[in-house]
Nanobody, 121 residues
Framework: QLQASGGGLVQAGGSLRLSCAAS????????VGWFRQAPGKEREFAIA????????YYADSVKGRFIISRDNAKNTVYLQMNSLKPEDTAVYYC????????????????WGQGTLVTVSS
């Protein structure tokens, strides 16, 4: 089971850190991705990290602003979001998979419940 947390209300230009914690399984053998879904829009890929943490993948929309990292000892993946924009407003979901294309939602084995990020202008 994955638990996403850390969402909230922030002004444009601000920062937030989301966490994705696993319970009942070891997250270290999984790649983890963050997806987001804005009101009225489809879920989209934002960022992902492979199991070792050595490789990360970014959507163009978040490149240079979002940073993903993991602490396998704590069974947790973090998403540091900087320079937030109103268009970053969405429910953010973390998900885990063992293999396959990390930018594709299809194939992720486990999903968290989502945490809402609201960026005011």
């Amino acid at each position: 089971q994955l638990q996403a947390s850390g969402g909230g209300l922030v002004q444009a230009g601000g920062s937030l850190r989301l966490s994705c914690a696993a319970s009942g399984r070891t997250l270290s053998s999984y790649a983890v991705g963050w997806f987001r879904q804005a009101p009225g829009k489809e879920r989209e890929f934002a960022i992902a990290i492979n199991w070792s943490g050595l490789n990360t993948y970014y959507a163009d929309s978040v490149k240079g602003r979002f940073i993903i990292s993991r602490d396998n000892a704590k069974n947790t993946v973090y998403l540091q979001m900087n320079s937030l924009k109103p268009e970053d407003t969405a429910v953010y979901y973390c998900a885990a998979k063992r293999s396959g294309a990390l930018s594709q939602a299809l194939g992720y084995d486990y999903w968290g419940q989502g945490t809402l990020v609201t960026v005011s202008s």
